[in-house]
C-alpha cells in the first residue's frame, strides 16, 4: 500500500515559468513533509520540508503547500531554470521516537531553455 | 556538513555472493538507513536502525541483512546476490525532519 504518491512520472516546463510538482499521502500521522532533488548517480539532496501544523513554506525559489484536508502538497517553483531539471522526490516522516521517511516514485522534472 | 559516505560507488558481483555495503556518518546521528532506488518505483525501505545493535525491517528487507556495530557505521549485507538485487543503493541518516544521503552505490549482480 503506498501511503506517498507522486502520480505525474514526468514534466515539463519552460525556463521562467512556474513548476508545479503534486505529492498525496494517506497517512495521517504523518509529522514533516519533504522535497528532495536527485540528479543521476547522485544521492538525494534535500530541498524544503513543511510541519504537519503549517500550510505553506518558502525558500527562495522554493515553495510548499500542504492541504492537511485532501491530504496533498505541492512544491512550487519559480522562475524554474534549466539546473532545476531532475528528478524530485515526495516524502514523509513517521515514527514516535524511531523516524523514518517514506517516499514517492519521483517526478521527473524537465527545465527547457 | 554532514558528511554520509558509502564505500563504493559502482559494484559488480556475480550470483550468489556475499555482498557488503558500508556506510559511515560523522555527525553522531542516532537514526541510518537503507533504501534501494530503481525506475518507476522510488525509495524503498530495506533496513533502518536507531541506535547500535538495533535494527528495524523496512518495507522490502527479504534477501538483505544488516550490521550496526557502531554508531556512526551502518552496513547492508546482500546474503546471497541475485540479478533481481540489481540497484542503486543509498545510505542516510537522519535528524529531526531532515535526512542526509550518501553518495549511492550503483550494484550491478551478473
Known amino acids: 500500500d503506498q501511503q506517498v504518491k507522486q502520480n505525474s512520472p514526468s514534466l515539463s516546463v519552460q525556463e521562467g515559468r512556474i513548476s508545479i510538482l503534486n505529492c498525496d499521502y494517506t497517512n495521517s500521522m504523518f509529522d514533516y513533509f519533504l522535497w528532495y532533488k536527485k540528479y543521476p548517480a547522485e544521492g538525494p539532496t534535500f530541498l524544503i520540508s513543511?510541519?504537519?501544523?503549517?500550510d505553506k513554506n518558502e525558500d527562495g525559489r522554493f515553495t510548499v503547500f500542504l492541504n492537511k484536508s485532501a491530504k496533498h502538497l505541492s512544491l512550487h517553483i519559480v522562475p524554474s531554470q534549466p539546473g532545476d531539471s531532475a528528478v524530485y522526490f515526495c516524502?514523509?516522516?513517521?515514527?514516535?521516537?524511531?523516524?523514518?521517511?517514506?517516499f514517492g516514485k519521483g517526478t521527473l522534472l524537465t527545465v527547457n531553455p | 556538513d554532514v558528511k554520509v559516505t558509502q564505500s563504493s560507488r559502482y559494484l559488480v558481483k556475480r550470483t550468489g555472493e556475499k555482498v557488503f555495503l558500508e556506510c559511515v556518518q560523522d555527525?553522531?546521528?542516532?537514526?541510518m538507513f537503507w533504501y534501494r532506488q530503481d525506475p518507476g518505483l522510488g525509495l524503498r525501505l530495506i533496513y533502518f536502525s536507531y541506535d547500535v545493535k538495533m535494527k528495524e525491517k523496512g518495507d522490502i528487507p527479504e534477501g538483505y541483512s544488516v550490521s550496526r556495530e557502531k554508531k556512526e557505521r551502518f552496513s547492508l549485507i546482500l546474503e546471497s546476490a541475485s540479478t533481481n538485487q540489481t540497484s542503486m543503493y543509498l545510505c542516510a541518516t537522519l535528524t529531526g525532519p531532515e535526512a542526509f544521503f550518501g553518495q549511492g552505490t550503483r550494484l550491478t549482480v551478473v
Open positions: 513543511i510541519s504537519s501544523i503549517k
Open positions: 516524502a514523509a516522516r513517521s515514527g514516535g521516537s524511531n523516524y523514518k521517511l517514506t
Open positions: 555527525m553522531d546521528h542516532e537514526n
